[in-house]
């Protein structure tokens, strides 16, 4: 068990009246806007929060369902879900998952690639020049964006992170429906993954770094030249002897 204080305060299990059942199958209503759909054929659902969703435990919207002929519908203000998966290991398909946007008219199938997505950063600069490919990212002009959760890490009860079982066939997706309303896409999304924190006053003050291979002497002698000339440091950065350079 990791010390209590260094304990997150996570909400990771929904509310029971938000979750729909079908064979291997739950789906979870956490806003109008905001499905989670997993897939188990073993129907051994994750509660857990995982290394990006850490409240699912959120006010349950109104929403309707419906079963008929081996067809699950669900319907909220802002979309309408259809599953006719009919056996556990039946999983999603094209053919028998489509969430439809009410006010968009548009229809996204299982697996439908993203074409028209804003894409989002690149983890790192080394080694590029030039163009390079960017990751998708969380605001698409299609009006939905699909986020994959299957592999990510998961919080055990100790507070540490673990993987997902070996092996495993699961899906974990969240689908978000907001037509071009990009703000909302945030709100719902920062509900279940948490708020971005405000900077610390600290990093909006001066910074220091300079590719520079100081010696102790150099850097105190440095800090003594800012202290006499009466300019304020918040940071200073050590910016060479913390990794290789002649490789």
């Known amino acids: 068990m990791i010390p209590e204080h260094f304990q997150l ?16 199958v739950r789906i979870t209503v956490l806003t109008e806007r905001l499905l989670r759909l997993e897939h188990d054929p073993a129907e051994e ?5 995982s290394q990006v ?27 309408t879900l259809r599953y006719t998966g009919r056996s556990a290991a039946a999983g999603f398909t094209p053919d028998n998952l489509q969430i439809s946007l009410n006010e968009q008219k548009t229809t996204w199938h299982y697996g439908q690639p ?12 080394d080694q590029v020049s030039g163009a390079t490919p960017l990751e998708l990212g969380l605001l698409s002009r299609a009006g939905w964006t699909v986020l994959d959760d299957s592999q990510t890490l998961l919080f055990n009860e100790q507070g540490w992170l673990e993987p997902r079982p070996a092996g495993s066939e699961t899906r974990d997706l969240y689908f978000l429906a907001y037509g071009l309303d990009f703000k909302s896409c945030l709100t719902d999304y920062s509900k ?4 971005t924190p405000l900077l610390p006053r600290w ?9 520079w291979r100081y ?10 030249a800012f ?15 913390w990794h290789l350079t002649n490789i």
């Open 53 to 79: 969703v850490w409240y699912r435990e959120q006010p349950v919207p109104a929403f309707d369902m419906e079963r008929s002929d081996g067809e699950l519908i669900l319907r909220t203000e802002a979309l």
């Open 114 to 125: 993203d074409r028209e997505n804003l894409l989002g950063t690149c983890r790192t600069l």
């Open 215 to 224: 010696s102790q002497a150099e850097l105190q002698g440095l800090m003594a």
């Open 192 to 195: 279940i993954a948490g708020k």
């Open 9 to 24: 305060d996570m909400k990771p299990v929904a509310r029971p009246e938000a979750m729909v059942r079908a064979p291997g």
């Open 227 to 241: 202290r006499e000339h009466e300019v304020p440091l918040s940071v200073c950065i050590v910016d060479m002897d």
């Open 203 to 211: 990093v909006l003050g001066n910074w220091w770094s300079r590719f």
């Open 45 to 49: 659902f994750v509660d857990q929060a």
